[in-house]
C-alpha cells in the first residue's frame, strides 16, 4: 500500500511516499512543492500551486492514503495563519481525489520515527534515511514528509482495528480519535 506524507509549507511543502507490506517499509518518492517563484502577496497563486502540486503528487504515485501534519500555533498569528492555508489546499487537493486524510502532530511524528518527540530535524532526517535505506539524507521538508508516511504506516492501521473492535463501521475512527488527532 501506498502512503503519502504531506508537510505543509507556504514557501516549500514536502511530499513523501512509501510502500508498505506488513512491516515492511520501501521508499517510493520524495521532494518538495516550492511557491518562492511567485510573489509572496500573490496568496490565491500560491496556493493553486500547492493544490495543483499536490494533486500532480497523488497522480503519478497512486497512494491509497494520505497523512498531513497538524498545524502548531506559532508565536505570529500571521504565520500560523498562512501556514493554515497552506495546509488547507494540501487537505483540499487530497480529499478532491478521494484520498483517506490522517493528521498527526509534530510531536506524534518525531517519537514514531525518532522515539523521542522532541527530535530535532537531523535526528528525523537521520531514522528516516536508516528505517527506509537510503544512500543518503533526504532533505528536511521531504524527510518530515517522508516522517509522516511512516507514522500512517505503523499508526493508522493499529487505530483502525481499534476503530472496528469499538463497533465504528467501516473502520473509520471517531468519538475521541480523529486519524491521529486527539482532542
Known sequence: MHILGIDP???????G???????????VASGTIKTAHLDKKNLPGRL?????GVCEVVQRYQPEAASVE???????????????????????????????V???TALQMKKAVA??????KAEVQEMVM???????????????ALGLAITHAHVGAAMAR????????AGKAGGSYRDGRSR
Open 9 to 15: 509549507g507556504l514557501l516549500i511543502t514536502g511530499f
Open 102 to 104: 490522517a493528521e498527526y
Open 48 to 52: 493553486k500551486v500547492l493544490f495543483d
Open 70 to 100: 497538524i498545524v502548531f500555533v506559532n508565536v505570529n498569528p500571521q504565520a500560523t495563519l498562512l501556514l493554515g492555508q497552506a495546509r488547507g489546499a494540501c487537505i483540499t487537493a487530497l480529499v478532491s481525489t478521494d484520498l483517506a
Open 162 to 169: 481499534l476503530a472496528l473492535a469499538a463497533g465504528n463501521s
Open 115 to 120: 522515539g523521542y518527540g522532541k527530535a530535532g
Open 17 to 27: 511516499v512509501v510502500d508498505v507490506d506488513g512491516q515492511h517499509l520501501r521508499y
Open 130 to 144: 536508516r528505517l527506509l535505506k537510503l544512500p543518503s539524507l533526504p532533505g528536511k521538508d521531504a524527510a518530515d
